[in-house]
């Protein structure tokens, strides 16, 4: 081999390495059936949903949920759980059956689920000819992604007894996000509604619903 090749071959060998160096790596790790980071993305998009909805007037009434129309929804319960939640704290009283109540709120949901999306800027990998071929590796300058939860949710009240319309919510779609970004090997840095929830939840007490609070003492609904 001539001292020039051989010149070519060792200036290869430290180019890989440089390049190796600055490569990014990425993993999943989960010790159940979905991540943590899934889940909350749902529930997050599942709440901005719900908050943006008008809900009927449900004080002393007594209202029966149907949640037939969210068999294939994800995390049907957390949808449930959270707009009982948001009846009984707007003074409904709910009934097990429905032939028991006065008003049937029908709940339903065009979407609830998550998605990725990723990109980058940097070089293929590539095959370096010569008497001792390299396979320089890919080569990722710059590199972003992003993880979003969506909801989409719809709710319809009409009097149990009669079916008569009483209060159409209309449809509501949210959208919750966690992304990350990494450059040159340095990061990934992370941002979204997401972390900026986890954020709050270290500092702050659990959040009341907006229009209703109870009382520090007793227990009794204000409004």
């Given at each position: 081999?001539?001292?020039h090749?051989r010149?070519l ?5 430290v180019l890989?390495?440089l390049l ?8 999943r790790t ?6 943590g980071?899934e889940?909350i ?6 709440d901005?949903?719900l ?6 007037s ?6 029966f949920l149907?949640a037939?129309?969210l068999e294939a929804a994800v995390?049907k ?12 704290t707007?003074g409904?009283?709910l ?8 008003l ?6 065009g ?11 940097g070089?293929p ?10 396979q ?5 300058f ?5 993880q979003?939860?969506?909801?989409k949710?719809?709710l319809v009240?009409y009097?149990?007894?009669?079916g008569?319309?009483?209060?159409d919510?209309g449809v509501?779609?949210a ?6 970004w990494?450059?040159l090997?340095?990061?990934?840095f ?8 986890l ?25």
């Open positions: 081999m001539s001292p090749s010149s071959s060792a200036a290869a060998a890989c390495l190796g160096l600055c490569g990014c790596t990425s993993s989960s010790d159940t059936a979905r991540t980071l889940q993305l749902i529930s997050n998009a599942v901005q949903a908050d943006r909805l008008e809900l009927p449900v004080e002393n009434r007594k209202v149907d037939n129309f995390d319960g957390y949808l449930v759980g959270s707009l009982r939640r948001r009846l009984l707007n409904a009283i009934a097990e059956k429905k032939e028991d109540s006065e049937t709120i029908e709940i339903c949901s979407c609830v689920g998550t998605d990725t999306t990723s990109s980058f800027f070089l990998g590539m095959a370096v000819p010569g008497p001792m071929p390299i320089v590796p890919e080569v990722r710059y590199e972003r992604g992003a979003y939860g969506t909801a949710i719809s009240t009097a149990t007894q009669t008569q319309l009483l209060h919510s509501t779609i959208r919750s996000d966690d992304s990350r990494s450059m090997g340095a990061g990934p992370y941002s979204g509604s997401v972390r900026e929830e954020r709050r939840a270290k500092v702050a007490p659990p959040e009341q619903l907006p229009t209703e609070r109870y009382a520090a003492e007793g227990g009794a609904l204000q409004r």
